[in-house]
């Protein structure tokens, strides 16, 4: 079975105890903000290496590696053979930025747009105009559904429905 298939068949396996679903997804996002954290402090550098490598690299498990390079793979400038990369496969987080910051506003993730890292990448200014043409386009991106009781994404430690989805993520909007 391929990584891909593997990660996608535990982490979307809506018929898995409801908590340790919850707790795989809450520490993915963690290690999900801090690889972007530090990809967007050095954008021009492209990082590469083999999947098992990157893993290494950021301090996380295959499995998680392999969930961040499915959620990366449509900001990327060339996408990776995700579909059938195996852990020595050569893979690349050469990201375009535009894409990758309209992206993470489709998946309706304030804490990853609103990233301070973003701040000296794109002004203010720019920032607004990406997030309103994205949501201009009407495109959603699916990822994991998150339930009102999850834990927040943004790793503040309160419930998603108190957090970040309280009002749906509208940091530029109104
Ligand atoms: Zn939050």
């Known amino acids: 079975m391929s990584l891909l298939k593997q990660w996608r068949d535990m982490a979307y396996d809506e018929s898995a105890n409801k908590g340790d679903l919850q707790r795989m997804w809450a520490d993915y996002f963690e290690k999900e903000k801090n690889i972007y954290k530090e990809l967007l402090q050095n954008p021009d550098d492209v990082v590469t290496g083999t999947v098992k490598g990157l893993a290494e690299k950021y301090g996380i498990d295959l499995m998680t590696m392999v969930g961040f390079l499915d ?55 720019t920032r607004k105009r990406l997030y309103q043409e994205q949501k201009m386009s009407g495109t959603v991106k699916k990822g994991r559904k998150i339930y009102p009781n999850d834990p927040c994404p943004c790793g503040s430690g309160k419930k998603y429905k108190k957090c970040h989805g309280k009002n749906g993520a509208n940091r530029y909007e109104a």
């Open 71 to 125: 959620g990366i793979n449509d900001s990327l400038k060339t996408p990776n053979p995700i579909e059938e990369m195996d852990e020595d496969t050569e893979v690349s987080l050469d990201f375009d930025k535009e894409s990758l910051f309209k992206n993470m506003v489709a998946a309706g993730a304030e804490w990853l747009y609103g990233l301070e890292e973003w701040e000296p990448i794109f002004d203010e200014e």
